[in-house]
């Protein structure tokens, strides 16, 4: 949610006569500025906040992939692109070691036919219940924290055995609270597009740092191996 | 030598612990880039406002192109409006552009430089009389390559998953609708147009796309332009096949426009 203490320098004029858009254009570069400073403070504390955390998870990640584990990311609307975008970095990643991991909101077929035979709550969890191991991971994206949908799948992913991780907003609503989600990593604004701005680095960082249990295992098995350093 | 595993798998080592740091950009718009995002935003209310859809496409990273559409369809500031806006995921780019884009249109893309379908996209963008809007890191596209270029100086390939993108279309979302606050600025102004022969209000010069080919070696062509469908003579760059690019003045077809641009 955009904020609207701070705006009202923006509209100097509301009226239609307005001709020059010179005062407007200032204004919104400014404007776009300031949020963009905004963005990358919130960023820089939600990491100092999370860092152990990010650390841990991704150890148990790479843990999880090792042992043969997928990744299940999955939100709406906006979230689920991200979610979409997360997915994509395990998987395609532009450097690193390429991990499964799929976005449960890609297939319209499957999303539509749950919506509509059981209701939109279970678009995730029968998924999960369908898809899922228990050396699988879960990973919901909300900036409300509060999603039924999202909740759901990830108390169905935890009764499974699955690691649950959590994004989400605010003051991190019931993800936040809830026993069933492993980690949850809350951005502390009130702002949705700011929110989103910093789980996107949260979720890079989640992934770089199990890349690096990764090639910390890999060099380990390498040592160990006939002909190998050690 | 021990035989290296990671170099089956690791294409390049990452560092060994978290940089808490790592892609956070604060002075990201200190530069030029908050005067652009300013003026795309002003131009994508003016195309808004006089009913256009916006066209999202991102070929490489297809959860851009959703994310900027939801976030123009379902504003997340309950009393927004809700404007038209639609991703464009189709792997012919092109052909589903061609025939979703409408004259007063918006075409908006993530996508590095040199992704051939976008700068292919862009190219025809004028044809078709839509306002183009490009996003992107790393090398800039060629000059002119779009009406609107919001460029981050920045080449590490990881910029597409840090939200470097996601604040851009965010930051274009929220300048634009601060512009539907001042309706007297949504129509563009005879003082906007400052150079000395310009071309958007002039016959100079306009692209053209041919839809139909001339049925024997004199006849004109249909083609399509910002304007409408048009028959131009196109003997001077003769033969044509549809989909070609041409540059028209009169009623003529003067040159081709070709991969390389102009």
């Known amino acids: 949610m955009v904020s609207s203490e701070n705006t009202g320098f923006l509209y100097p004029f509301i009226e239609a006569e307005e001709r020059d858009s010179g005062s407007l254009l200032g204004d919104l570069a400014a404007s776009a500025r300031d949020k963009a400073h905004e963005s990358s403070a919130l960023q820089l504390s939600t990491l100092a906040a999370c860092a152990h955390d990010v650390l841990a998870a991704g150890d148990q990640m790479a843990d999880r992939f090792a042992a043969g584990g997928r990744l299940y990311a999955f939100g709406n609307g906006g979230s689920s692109t991200d979610a979409a975008t997360f997915a994509a970095l395990f998987a395609q990643p532009v450097s690193g070691r390429p991990l499964p991991a799929l976005n449960l909101a890609a297939d319209q077929a499957v999303v539509t036919a749950l919506g509509n035979d059981v209701g939109f709550e279970l678009v995730f969890s029968r998924q999960i219940i369908a898809h899922s191991s228990s050396k699988d991971i879960a990973v919901a994206f909300s900036t409300s924290g509060n999603s039924a949908d999202l909740l759901t799948a990830l108390r169905e992913a935890s009764r499974r055995g699955l690691l649950t991780i959590g994004f989400a907003g605010y003051t991190g609503g019931e993800m936040g609270e809830a026993k069933e989600v492993d980690y949850c990593f809350v951005v502390r604004s009130q702002s949705i597009h700011r929110i989103q701005e910093s789980q996107a680095l949260l979720g890079y960082q989640l992934w770089a740092s199990t890349q690096r249990d990764l090639a910390r295992r890999t060099a380990s098995l390498q040592a160990t191996r006939p002909g190998g350093t050690a | ?262």
């Open chain 2, 1 to 262: 030598m021990p035989w290296d595993l990671r170099s089956v798998t690791m294409q390049t080592s990452p560092a060994p612990e978290l940089d808490a740091t790592a892609g956070i950009t604060p002075d990201i718009l200190d530069g030029g880039l908050a005067d652009d995002l300013a003026a795309a935003s002003l131009a994508i209310a003016r195309r808004f406002h006089a009913g256009a859809t916006m066209w999202c496409i991102a070929p490489k990273w297809e959860p851009h192109a959703h994310h900027m559409a939801v976030e123009f369809v379902h504003p997340v500031i309950v009393g927004k409006r809700a404007l038209p806006a639609l991703a464009l995921t189709d792997p012919d780019i092109v052909a589903q552009a061609r025939v979703s884009v409408r004259a007063g249109d918006i075409v908006i893309a993530v996508a590095s430089a040199d992704d051939p379908k976008v700068l292919d996209l862009m190219r025809r963008a004028p044809a078709w009389g839509a306002l183009s809007v490009w996003i992107g890191s790393g090398a800039r596209p060629p000059n002119g390559a779009a009406d609107h270029v919001l460029w981050i100086d920045d080449a590490n390939p990881l910029a597409p998953a840090t939200g470097r993108f996601v604040l851009m279309y965010h930051l274009l979302w929220e300048l634009t609708h601060v512009c539907f606050e001042h309706p007297g600025l949504l129509v563009e102004q005879p003082g906007d147009c400052t150079d000395e022969v310009c071309v958007t209000c002039s016959d100079e010069g306009r692209l053209a796309e041919v839809l139909l080919p001339p049925a024997d070696s004199l006849g004109p062509a249909l083609v399509r332009t910002a304007g409408g469908e048009e028959y131009i003579d196109v003997t001077l760059v003769a033969p044509v096949e549809r989909d070609d690019l041409v540059l028209i003045h009169a009623g003529t077809a003067l040159t081709r426009v070709g991969d390389q641009g102009w």
